[in-house]
Nanobody
Framework: QVQLVESGGGSVQAGRSLRLSCAAS????????MGWFRQAPGNAREVLAT????????NYADSVKGRFTISQDNAKNTLYLQMNSLKPEDTAMYYC????????????????????????WGQGTKVTVSS
């Protein structure tokens, strides 16, 4: 069982930055993959970025590529999401995710998972971006 606790959400103006953190209850290097998802009201939960914790390989959704950066600090068992150039459409609940099976036999940095396959979730942190 892995417990995840997110922090760092808030309200910012468009163009500003936020950094989300996700503290894990176990060694992050022992988790196959971790990632960040978000869910806006009325929308499905979508994957934003994933990281293969053993080697740091990453994958990003097109909507955040070049603006968001996923990273990990294994000494602190913490996952991060640096979000730059925020837009109003980034407004959502952001969730930390840990561990899921390989999708179509591919590694997590090759093919991100649908939300339904994720084993562990944090409680979420809210991000609001105003124009």
């Amino acid at each position: 069982q892995v417990q995840l606790v997110e922090s760092g959400g808030g309200s910012v103006q468009a163009g500003r930055s936020l950094r989300l953190s996700c503290a894990a209850s176990t060694y992050t290097y022992s988790i196959y993959c971790m990632g960040w998802f978000r869910q806006a009201p009325g929308n499905a939960r979508e994957v934003l970025a994933t990281i293969y914790t053993a080697a740091g390989a990453t994958n990003y959704a097109d909507s955040v590529k070049g603006r968001f950066t996923i990273s990990q600090d294994n000494a602190k068992n913490t996952l991060y999401l640096q979000m730059n150039s925020l837009k109003p459409e980034d407004t959502a609940m952001y969730y930390c995710a840990a561990d899921w099976p390989r999708v179509a036999g591919l590694f997590c940095w090759e093919e991100p998972p649908p939300a339904r396959l994720v084993y562990y979730w944090g409680q979420g942190t809210k991000v609001t971006v105003s124009s």
